[in-house]
Each structure stands twice: as C-alpha cells, then as structure tokens.
C-alpha cells in the first residue's frame, strides 16, 4: 500500500499498483506511454493522438471537456489521469466519488518534471521515469545555454480565431515563451487565454512577432496576411502548438524544435 498526493492536494492510497489506466490528457497519454505504460492505457480522448497507433486499440471515452461516464464506468478503471486546465472541474467531480483521479497542475518544466516522476511512483516505473527527467533536465539546460547571449523580443501568442484568443500568463505557453526570451504582451492581461483585437495589438504592446499556433485553431496564410496588416511591422511565424503547450516526455522534443525556431527567426 502506498499514499501519493497530487497537485490540487488530494491524498490517494492505492493497496497495488494501478493497471487500469484512463487518461483524459493527450500529452500525458503521450508521457504514459513513454514509460512503458501502453498496456495499462484502457481509455483515452478523441484529442490523445500520440502515438497514433492508440486510436485504433484505445477506447474512446470523449473529449477533454466532456467525457462519456458509461464508457469510463464499463471499463472500470484503477485510476483516471486528469490535469487542472486540460479537463473541466465539472468532469473532474463527475469522476472522483467513482474512481482515484489524480489531477496534475502544469505551467513550468520543473511541474512537468515532478509528474513524471509522480507517474513512475504510482506505476511501479521509478527508472523509466528517471531516464526521461535526466534527458529533459539536459536538455533544459542546453536549450538555457543556447538562449544565454540572445535578446528578448516582444511577443504574442494567438491560439484561436472569432474571436481572437491569446496565450496569458499563468499557463504552460507563457512559460515556453518566457524561455525562448519572448515578452508576452498578453502576460498581465486578465485571464488564462484573454480575448483580444488584433487591431489594438499596437497600443497594447507592439509586438516584433506573431506567432499563429497550429492547434486548436487551423490557421492559414490569409489570417496571417490579416494580422500583418493590422500589426504594421509584426513577424507572422506559424508554430507547431504541440511544441508549446504539450508537457511531459514531448518537452524534450521541443527544446531541438526551439532551436530551429530561433534559427528561423534570425533568417
């Protein structure tokens, strides 16, 4: 028997280790699954599309925001995989009168550190867990290394479109953001991800770059054309999203992703 506490404080004790896992994150299916875990994952999102392969073998038990109860209660999971912003609190309570829910709450590297580490306590994975922090901690440490003689520039962070939404402070983008020396001028707005006017983008902080996120909006070279006359001056840059709001084992891709970014940017 062991007792683990997750990140909104919630004490779980589990007599063996969980072999029923339903995860309702995509980036935490993902860090699952690079601990060896793909034989435990019995449920998953629409939304959890890597590796892909586990559409096709996984059950679908809904979205992030809404999830199917009867399909989580008939494959009775030991335990439901959940995060503080990925997942509605609604979803949440659903859930946790019925089955262990341990909810993670990440915005730094050092929370997506901690949760892998917490993933290899609960499932008996403690060396996997520790292969993949090393390689990540590295690779933080490169990537720091790497930004230590460049400038900050002004930035924004669009995620949607009608209405134009914007990555705020408080979240796991402004973080990455933060690392790549990109001031946010959304970062004190009110709200995790504000709605904004592009046409005010001067007054509210004139950004040297825009950059289009590839998810959950599709955006296009004409939104880009749209924002670039509005901006005047601003750099449109379309970026990969899941690089910048994917945590877990995907941050070690994404450090090399903000290299080439960075390279991309000089050009």
């Avoid at 499932?123 to 996997?128: G, Q, S």
């Avoid at 709200?191 to 004139?206: A, L």
Wanted: aromatic share 14%; net charge neutral.
């Amino acid at each position: 028997m062991f007792t683990i506490t997750d990140d909104l404080g919630t004490q779980h004790t589990f007599g063996q280790t969980p072999k029923r896992i339903i995860s309702l994150v995509p980036s935490l299916t993902e860090t699952l699954y690079e601990l060896g875990l793909e034989d435990e994952i019995i449920g998953i999102t629409k939304f959890c599309v890597h590796p892909y392969h586990l559409k096709s073998v996984k059950i679908n038990v809904g979205g992030t925001k809404k999830v199917h109860i009867e399909k989580i209660k008939a494959l009775n999971p030991d335990i439901i995989i959940a995060n503080k912003e990925e997942n509605t609190l609604e979803v949440v309570e659903s859930l946790r009168d019925i089955y262990p829910v341990f909810v993670t709450d990440i915005v730094t590297v050092e929370d997506t550190l901690k949760t892998i580490t917490d993933f290899g306590k609960i499932f008996k994975r403690t060396t996997d867990a520790k292969k993949w922090t090393d390689k990540i901690e590295f690779a933080y440490n490169d990537f720091k290394h790497f930004m230590q003689d460049k400038k900050w520039q002004k930035a924004a962070y669009l995620i949607w479109r009608e209405p134009y939404m914007a990555a705020g402070g408080k979240t796991f983008i402004n973080e990455m953001l933060k690392l790549n020396k990109f001031k946010n001028i959304y970062e004190l707005f009110e709200g995790r991800y504000p709605e904004v006017e592009i046409r005010k983008m001067r007054i509210q902080g004139d950004p040297e770059l825009v950059f289009l996120s590839s998810e959950p909006y599709p955006f296009k070279e004409e939104h880009a054309f749209e924002i670039g006359r509005a901006t005047h001056h601003a750099k449109t840059i379309f970026v990969d999203g899941e690089m910048f709001s994917w945590y877990g084992t995907r941050l070690f891709k994404a450090f090399q992703y903000f290299k080439a970014l960075q390279n991309r940017i000089k050009e």
